[in-house]
Each structure stands twice: as C-alpha cells, then as structure tokens.
C-alpha cells in the first residue's frame, strides 16, 4: 500500500504562484510515475504533470511552460511549482502514485486532493 498526502493548496489571485506538495509513504519503492491530476466542477479529471522514477517529466497541454513537477527523493515527495495561474485552473488537485506488478498490470493510489482557487 502506498499513502499520498497533499498539502499547500489554497487561494491565489491569477498571474500568482503556488507550490503544491505530496508526501508519499508506504511500499514507495515500487512507485514507477507519480504525479498530480486535477478535476474542476463539472469536469473530468484530468492530468497535469508526471515524473517517472527516472526523472523523465510530462506536462499537460494547459499548464506547459507554466507548472514545474520535481521530485526530493529523500523526502518521498513530489512539488508542483505552479506560476502564472489563471482562474482556468481552479480544480482540486490529486496526488498519483502507480506502479506496474509482474503481469504489467498498473494499480494507482491517489491522495485525497488539495483545492486550488484562483480569482479573477
């Protein structure tokens, strides 16, 4: 089992910074990608940025050139650095922890998600 624990969402006007972290604990060491997803009223989640256990990064159409994901492996954390917010992303944003087992099939822990507000 894998815990996720979110923290530093909260309200920001738009063009303002957050960072958003997430403390993973548990059977770590199986992790392969972690990375934090979003879902907005109304909306389907979506993701938002990964890093994969060889720091290999992927970022979401919406947030490219704007969100950071980086990871302090001796924290067991990851960071999302968000700049320039708009109030397009407004969401509750969701840690993701997933590994694959020995057949290929993945299994994904989530945290239980921070809100992010930004106002216009």
């Known amino acids: 089992q894998v815990q996720l624990v979110e923290s530093g969402g909260g309200l920001v006007q738009a063009g303002g910074s957050l960072r958003l972290s997430c403390e993973a604990s548990?059977?770590?060491?199986?992790?392969?990608?972690m990375g934090w997803y979003r879902q907005a009223p109304g909306k389907q989640r979506e993701s938002v940025a990964t890093?994969?256990?060889?720091?290999?990064?992927d970022y979401g159409d919406s947030v490219k050139g704007r969100f950071t994901i980086s990871r302090d492996t001796a924290k067991n954390t990851v960071y999302l650095e968000m700049n320039s917010l708009k109030p397009e992303d407004t969401a509750v944003y969701y840690c993701?922890?997933?590994?694959?087992?020995?057949?290929?099939?993945?299994?994904?822990?989530w945290g239980l998600g921070t809100q992010v507000a930004v106002s216009s």
């Open positions: 890093i994969t256990n060889r720091d290999s990064t």
């Open positions: 548990g059977s770590i060491s199986r992790i392969r990608v």
């Open positions: 993701n922890a997933n590994f694959l087992n020995g057949l290929g099939q993945r299994f994904d822990y």
